[in-house]
């Protein structure tokens, strides 16, 4: 089985604030990664797919990067509609999540 | 515009098994690459894959939980079926249908890309 481990578990920033999360694989999972962000009570949202593609109607402020088994996703500058949990996902055999990073207010 | 909507009952008991329906719209799962997958919640907790099907009926289950797990589809109602036996109370979570984002590219190659639609979610309790 492939792990994925997030870092951190939780991470305090301030509106405007540049923030960096990572994910990190167990084993080479090429470039399938993708990344979610989750806001309470409902469900996950595509962010990202093969590592650093930015899907449709997601705000450029989201970018990623990485491949293998290191991959980091990074907000340039907080809205306060960012604040929510992120997760990262590997799709390169059967699919694994990390276990979240909630970003939250300062 | 792809929608996914779970169905299933909100309470059920230890040992019972619990049956969840995903009706979905916008494709079809007799389409060659298409996949659905189901995936879980517990509160406060991680997302947990559970299990996917392919448009061929190809099947996959999280090797954690195989022995207990069942997934079907019937490409005619639009739906995939997911059952779980033997409950436990730490089976208690929200319960996510999902469609697999794709492109298939000249030579039929697929190209994977995460999980672009979700459904609702539906919470499952297992309590006495």
């Known amino acids: 089985d492939i792990q994925m481990t997030q870092s951190p578990s939780t991470l305090s920033a301030s509106v405007g604030d540049r923030v960096t999360i990572t994910c990190r694989a167990s084993?080479?999972?090429?470039?399938?990664l993708a990344w979610y962000q989750q806001k309470p009570g409902t469900a996950p949202r595509l962010l990202i797919y093969n590592a650093s593609s930015l899907e449709h109607g997601v705000p450029s402020r989201f970018s990623a990067r990485g491949s293998g088994t290191e991959f980091s996703l990074t907000v340039s500058s907080l809205r306060p509609e960012d604040f929510a949990t992120y997760h990262c996902q590997q799709y390169k055999a059967l699919w694994t999540f990390g276990q979240g990073t909630k970003v939250e207010v300062k | 515009q792809i929608t996914l909507k779970e169905s299933g009952p909100a309470l059920v008991k230890p040992t019972q098994t619990l049956t969840l329906t995903c009706t979905f719209s916008g494709f079809s799962l007799d389409t060659y690459a298409a996949a659905v997958g189901w995936i879980r919640q517990p509160p406060g907790k991680a997302l947990e894959w559970l299990a996917l099907?392919?448009?061929?009926?190809?099947?996959y289950y999280s090797p954690s939980l195989k022995n207990r797990l069942s997934i079907t589809k019937d490409t005619s109602k639009s739906q995939v079926v997911l059952t779980l036996t033997d409950l436990d109370p730490v089976d208690t979570a929200t319960y996510y249908c999902?469609?697999?984002?794709?492109?298939?590219?000249?030579?039929?190659?697929?190209?994977?890309?995460?999980?672009?639609?979700w459904g609702q979610g539906t919470l499952v309790t297992v309590s006495s």
């Open positions: 099907i392919y448009w061929d009926d190809d099947k």
């Open positions: 999902v469609h697999r984002k794709i492109t298939v590219l000249p030579g039929l190659t697929i190209v994977d890309g995460g999980l672009d639609s």
């Open positions: 084993q080479n999972i090429n470039n399938y």
